[in-house]
């Protein structure tokens, strides 16, 4: 099977506009006779769950949470980006896509990350019209805010809960078209499987999780919208029921996997303070507009952050990058930090954390207007450590937030099965080997309200396959599958948890796949994993039975596909001999600690296709055309 | 990060295999809890002690475990969300105990709440709730430039005061009346504030108030216990401003 990418020919700018108009269009009297599944309420798949509605269609919708409000876009707390230049300061739907491009360490689709920065203010004013408050100026109009890897504002705020904002401003959306009778909601479902029939996606399965019930449901397409999976290195920022197992049963029935090394490590997260920790809380990034990070200038320097005068401290951001300081892009600031504590420089009990300092800011601006920018920040940081960031400087250190990599996409973000088209966080797209901050929000957005209305048109028009209901032997024979792997997890009856192996994969993925990568260390992981899986065959206990609620069932089956999805990850890391954006391999920095690309070689996506269980997975390659952008070293000095 | 003690509690917590089970005050001994440990967290530690001796471990709900989602609740002494004023459950931490407390867990407890194990409750309520008007009806594509229509800083955020609600159910769990008047009106009250939702204000104010009645929640009677208990500080102004657009709606 080719990768085929269905670019759009013509000049950059107008490839989106020449494609609306080359798709064709379902007749408005036939979009109620096609049914489409979504899974997913994020962002991403509220916004398509909810346009597509509107459209017509008849739209399934699954959440694994009590109620599609929940999903995790609404953790997010800094801000989405727009081209709207309000803030008058040169930006452009061109300067957009150029910092994306650039932030991404060139290794995004030119075509894809033009057309997000053209959608871009689409979404601001769409979202206003919801209702979503965003922060305002006095005199009435939008206020923005500036983010890391970007010199202008561009990126508009609700307080430090913008995810939660644009988030229930989709869940409206959906909640409207759900009265309408347009959208079926289905809580409280977990995807196991995807059903495949001739060729296409038609359906899924599912875990009803209150009931433990195995459910089908068919559809003459399916829109994956199931987030990241960062909890890959069990202690992330992301929620704890996140989990890649819809795009890695996607990926055993013919979807390739992209890029599945690149992940984002956030540098502004609270410190880990111990093994029984579940989770990482971010601090958003927008801090770093105010707060300055620093270490203490001599190593094993164990003074109270008050004691340590200004000559004694290393700004080290701001030293190092003198034009964007402390606001570079989150991998540079992520390895930097990392850096730092390495040389013995690090603060805090665990000396892996780093200074993030506001007391100039509160001086130069006054306590009043640092708390309304960041007042909800400082209260959970205060709940969380018992610390008082207005009083001492924060410590933070960086931490597993996004991953880049994801289920591969054409142009019209359908994967290379027929028929399962992927948005959001779940596919590759759009943010190279790095994302920006406040990018996850606009592409979510960008896919669910903007892309997938008219592409999965386009799908649905081309007919080519009948009306199918679950009766299909497809669907009886995934179900069975389902079931039988859950009996198999029950069956073991060992003396470890799904946690305890979780926990374990964790380490080894943040100690090996982490921040900075090498080769041997990768090599080494790879031989742990294995060891770990097979142990979790062996050794795994699952209390109670499958039908019924049962959470430790769920996690298992969770930990069990990362226990697989982790080597694919070490593969890809293994197969990409360079350094970019968030894979830093030791072996290729520049003599600054840089990462250092190898364009003749690297400068394509590698999409990684299931050759069967045990089985080294195919590496297929789609290489990247740069017409419009010259690739350089990136430089934030 | 503060000093970290070690504390040792016992705790009670309600169990209930399901739905239409009864519900059983269970005893057990949560020791070596670190006191920079979220109470989530110490569930969950006592949790993998339970699976490993062969019990079923307490199903709680949660996710994001940042104070966010909503998901999780329970009431804690008494109190929906714990002892800690304007904090979720998952935010809450053992360093707000003291060693030897006993601390008592249960489930919210509503009509309109159904229990689905241990500290699970059913909240589809809420999502009806917002069904019936939490929305204002405009489809994707056609909305004018953002900055076509200024809002007063002041009303955007009063607005956002209230669109701050996480929907967890504290205030329905915390009532006498197992009221869901704040969240009803944190909803109705932030669309009403915006000139966006001018247009629907009356419809969404009838609609919204009979979903809420008709899904067995009780009146608002001013005891403010929602109020206390909010994790996100919602004040009982919109169930006020609920109010008036209710009987705007009706006589006007």
């Known amino acids: 099977m080719g990768l085929e990418s269905r670019i759009p020919a013509g000049p950059l700018a107008e490839k989106w506009d020449r494609h609306l108009f080359e798709l064709k269009l379902v007749n408005p009297a036939n979009k109620r006779k096609f049914d489409i599944i979504v899974v997913g309420t994020g962002l991403a798949g509220a916004a398509a769950s909810a346009s597509m509605a509107e459209l017509g269609y008849n739209v399934k919708t699954f959440c694994i949470q009590d109620s599609p409000r929940r999903a995790h876009s609404i953790a997010a707390q800094g801000g989405i980006n727009a081209a709207k230049n309000y803030s008058n300061d040169g930006d452009s739907i061109w300067r957009l896509f150029y910092d994306t491009i650039k932030g991404g360490d060139y290794r995004a689709r030119e075509a894809n990350v033009y057309r997000l920065a053209q959608v871009s203010n689409l979404i601001i004013d769409h979202c206003v019209a919801q209702g979503v408050p965003f922060a305002r100026d006095y005199g009435g109009l939008l206020s923005n805010r500036s983010f890391g890897g970007a010199q202008v504002s561009r990126t508009f705020y609700a307080r430090g809960q913008t995810g939660q904002q644009l988030l229930l401003g989709a869940y409206s959306s959906l909640s409207r078209q759900a009265a309408a009778g347009k959208v079926r909601l289905y809580a409280r479902r977990d995807m196991l499987d995807l059903v495949v029939v001739d060729g296409q996606a038609r359906g899924i399965v599912v875990r009803n999780l209150v009931n433990g019930d195995i459910e089908t449901y068919a559809a003459d397409a399916v829109v994956l919208a199931t987030g990241g999976y960062g909890n890959v290195f069990y202690l992330s920022t992301n929620a704890m029921a996140c989990n890649v197992t819809a795009c890695f049963q996607a990926y055993k029935k013919g979807a390739f996997f992209a890029n599945p090394c690149f992940t984002q490590i956030h540098p502004t997260c609270i410190p880990v303070h111990g093994d029984y920790q579940s989770k990482l809380t971010l601090m958003s990034e927008s801090l770093r507009n105010d707060g300055r990070v620093w270490v203490p200038q001599t190593p094993g320097d164990k003074r109270a952050p008050g004691q340590i005068p200004e000559a004694g401290r290393d700004y080290f951001l701001e030293n190092k990058y003198p034009s964007f300081g402390n606001l570079v892009p989150r991998d540079v600031a992520s390895r930097n930090a990392k850096e730092q504590c390495d040389q013995g420089k690090g603060v805090g009990e665990t000396g892996l954390a780093v200074y993030l300092d506001f007391a100039d800011a509160i001086q130069r601006d006054g306590r009043e207007v640092i708390s309304q920018k960041y007042g909800n920040l400082f209260e959970m940081y205060a709940k969380i450590t018992g610390q008082d960031p207005y009083e001492t400087p924060m410590m933070i250190y960086p931490a597993v937030h996004y991953t880049m990599g994801g289920l591969w996409v054409d142009y019209n973000l359908m994967s290379t099965i027929p028929g399962l088209f992927v948005t959001g966080e779940a596919n590759f797209s759009d943010h190279g080997a790095n994302r920006l901050g406040a990018s996850a929000l606009m592409q979510g957005l960008a896919d669910g309200y903007f892309i997938i209305p008219y592409t999965i048109g386009g799908y649905l028009t081309g007919g080519g396959y009948k009306k199918i209901t679950t009766d299909h032997p497809e669907f009886k024979a995934a179900a069975g599958a389902v079931a039988s792997r859950i009996q198999r997890l029950l069956a073991v009856k060992g003396k470890r948890t799904a946690d305890d192996f979780h926990r374990s994969l964790g380490k080894i993925m943040w100690e090996y796949c982490g921040m900075a990568r090498n080769n041997a260390g990768l090599l080494n992981a790879r031989e742990k994993i294995a060891a770990l899986r097979s142990e979790f065959w062996d050794n795994l206990l699952v209390p109670s039975t499958g039908a019924q609620f049962n959470q430790s069932l769920e996690k298992a089956g969770r930990v069990a596909d990362f226990l697989e999805f982790g080597e694919l990850m070490i593969i890809d890391a293994l197969a990409r001999q360079e350094s970019c954006g968030g894979h830093f391999n030791e072996a290729f920095q520049t003599e600054e600690n840089e990462a250092r690309r190898d364009d003749e070689n690297f400068t394509h996506v590698a999409a990684w296709e299931f050759a069967g269980e045990g089985q080294a997975p195919v590496f297929h390659k789609e290489p990247l055309v740069f017409e419009n952008v010259k690739l350089s070293q990136r430089s934030y000095k | ?252």
């Open chain 2, 1 to 252: 990060m503060t000093t970290a003690k070690t504390i040792h509690l016992t705790l009670k917590v309600v169990r209930q295999t399901g739905p239409d089970q009864k519900s059983n005050l269970e005893t057990y001994a949560a020791r070596n809890v670190s006191t920079d440990m979220s109470f989530l967290e110490m569930l969950d530690v006592v949790n993998e002690d339970l699976t490993l001796a062969g019990q079923d471990p307490i199903a709680f709900d949660h996710d994001c475990r940042e104070g966010i989602c909503g998901m999780c609740g329970a009431v804690v002494n008494g109190r929906p969300h714990g002892p800690q004023e304007g904090t979720t459950l998952c935010q809450l931490h053992m360093r707000h105990f003291e060693d030897g407390d006993e601390v008592v867990i249960e489930p919210w407890r509503s009509r309109a709440f159904k229990v689905i194990k241990d500290l699970v409750v059913d909240r589809g309520a809420f999502d009806q709730i917002i069904q019936a008007g939490g929305y204002i009806s405009i489809n994707t594509g056609g909305a004018p430039d953002a900055n076509s229509l200024p809002v007063p800083k002041e009303m955007a955020d009063q607005a956002m005061d209230a669109a701050a609600c996480i929907g967890c159910g504290a205030c329905v769990a915390a009532c006498p009346n197992a009221s869901a008047m704040l969240f009803t009106g944190a909803k109705i009250s932030q669309l009403a504030l915006l000139p966006q939702g001018r247009p629907e204000a009356k419809r969404r104010a009838a609609a919204m108030v009979a979903a809420m009645d008709k899904l067995g929640f009780g009146n608002c009677t001013n005891e403010r216990e929602c109020e206390a208990v909010c994790p996100k500080n919602i004040s009982i102004v919109h169930i006020a401003r609920m109010n008036r657009e209710f009987l705007k709606a009706g006589f006007f």
